[in-house]
């Protein structure tokens, strides 16, 4: 059975329609029996032997002729006999073929069992070579729709990395009874409060004590992040030289603009309940914390949050890094998406197997 | 007990010697039974409550004193007083204080049980702030000397992660005998073998076979990533229009110089009889099999190698992240350092606990 290019996608008639589209999902109906399939379907079917030719050629020539035409062409066709292999139908995401919204999407993926014109969308599946970069504003508004959003990531060895966006639940239940008035001194680029009240760090879990030992001197001493310093001066909680400018201008000198993305990330956190501590070990700008009632029993962080730019974009290596260290230590790993200084979005970015 | 600084030293009388230098490993003895001791060791002492006042102030007082004259003194404090609390004697790496090469270190740390004097040192560590970059090029010379060399990075809520400095041990056995001459082509950021003899994958680990059933045509046919394809070509294994040159171009197009770092690590791997494979899930460049005999019975990774320039500066927290990760997975994190086509050093980077 051979088939013919026409206005960019490949015609087949015969009984095409029963054998390809009606019984395997593959393609879009035309008039009659002839259905129109994209190019990546119509190399999936000379790939199995399914089709014998398109304009005369074979699979390995349909295959060069088309990534000549386009660079990404090849990484497309992996995704979707991947995605086929796992025994999905899929349709490429050309407008009027699928249901909705296709901006983002290079594929939507049906339930298993379902095809084209059912609309059961299970995943909508956008194809990333390993060196392509990747908005975290797009990323996010895809994270918001209904169905699972998801990036197929093809590496240099065409190996293909699934992972899930989401609009993650940033939620918790601290209420921190803040004292009034703490005195701080700017030490290099933290805050030293000599003599805290025992809740700032036992309940409120700011800072850090001089030294959890008992049999030294000082114990009152807690030392605070910049970013800690910065939250809880803004709130007049804490007294310092400069008040909460002073901590601010020293934050922008150590970390230029990411410490105003990590203060409002930060502040945000806390007026939804939740502590967010530091993600040093885990490579993140935070670990959060959704229940703290007392430092002394501490449950498991559940989430670590990376503060990221509005216009950042993505090399999907540090999303499959951050990701596969996030599950590793069972947390979800989160992105705050912030603009002037105020979090606009979060997504959330898991593994998933389809 | 007080003390009064002097060139930069404190300088305590009375019995300091026997109290604090010969029983506690504080200091360097001067004439007679006075002893200096560096701000930290007398910082610390005040905040043991065994100094009473330097200068005739506390602990306070000095801390902030100290940390005007330099800002990375709350950090080496910390660091201090944390490797004191577990047990060691250790001293500031002050030329003539302690033995050897003391550009790399900020403390000499001693075998527990032993002091200034014995010679018996433990590690040599280098205190860094989270915020501090740290060149791979010194990290390198600091992890060849025969004593385990360790960064003490302190992070902002001054928590403190011990990251150990080794020269690992790259080698393995994998022989290849690779076949004369395949054909492949461009395709994009990736190059195709469309009739590749099953070695090339099977014993050698190029590549990967286009699919990995058996019940699709084409099963010859082997994707190769850029890096693969130029070591490939440059031994003329592979014939690709334009030979290495065009995949190397190719290569630096996609991803600028760190394609000819990636290739002279490659290269260099391949060299030693250890295969390269992608280490894209794990956020690296590269994990590393010692011994392939064939793909069919792989065993695990060892290393992930991430190739890095050898003017290059970590950030603490990129480097946390690689060695937690690469712990979490039980793989060494190992980092190539590459200066003009040539890797010139290795280093792995560990935890530990001291």
Not at 6 to 22: C, L, P, W
Not at 32 to 53: M, Q, S
Not at 299 to 313: I, K, P, Q, T, W
Request: charged share 30%; glycine share 10%; aromatic share 8%.
């Amino acid at each position: 059975m051979n088939g013919t290019t026409e206005d960019g996608v490949v015609h087949v008639g015969g009984d095409a329609r029963q054998r390809f589209h009606d019984s395997k999902g593959y393609g879009r109906p035309l008039s009659g029996n002839t259905i129109a399939l994209a190019p990546v379907e119509a190399a999936h079917l000379l790939f199995r032997g399914d089709l014998d030719a398109v304009d005369g050629v074979g699979f390995q020539a349909f295959f060069e002729r088309a990534s000549d035409r386009d660079p990404a062409f090849a990484v497309r066709f992996l995704v979707y006999a991947d995605l086929r292999s796992r025994g999905f139908y899929l349709s490429p995401a050309i407008e009027g073929w699928v249901p909705d919204d296709t901006d983002f999407a290079d594929f939507v993926v049906y339930e298993r069992g379902k095809g084209p014109g059912s609309g059961a969308v299970r995943y909508r599946v956008r194809v990333v070579g390993e060196r392509d970069a990747v908005r975290i504003d797009d990323v996010a508004a895809a994270a918001a729709v209904p169905e699972t959003t998801v990036l197929g990531i093809v590496d240099e060895e065409s190996e293909i990395t699934y992972l899930e966006l989401t609009d993650p639940d940033v939620a918790g239940d601290t209420a921190v009874d803040l004292p009034d008035s703490i005195d701080g001194v700017l030490l290099g680029d933290r805050v030293l409060c000599w003599d805290a009240p025992d809740r700032l760090y036992r309940s409120g879990f700011f800072g850090r004590p001089l030294s959890d030992r008992d049999d030294v001197g000082d114990a009152g001493a807690v030392q605070v992040s910049l970013v800690e310093a910065a939250y809880l001066a803004d709130r007049g909680t804490l007294a310092v030289d400069g008040g909460s400018d002073a901590v601010v201008a020293c934050g922008r000198d150590v970390e230029g603009e990411r410490f105003d993305r990590r203060l409002a990330t930060y502040t945000r956190l806390r007026e939804r309940g939740v502590v967010p501590k530091t993600g040093f070990k885990f490579g993140a700008d935070f670990r959060t914390y959704a229940s703290v009632d007392t430092v002394d029993d501490l449950g498991h962080s559940e989430l670590l949050v990376r503060a990221l730019s509005a216009d950042h974009a993505f090399v999907p290596r540090d999303l499959a890094l951050d990701v596969r260290l996030a599950h590793g230590v069972r947390k979800q790993m989160v992105y705050s998406v912030v603009a002037d200084g105020e979090v606009l979005d979060w997504v959330a970015v898991g593994r998933l197997t389809p």
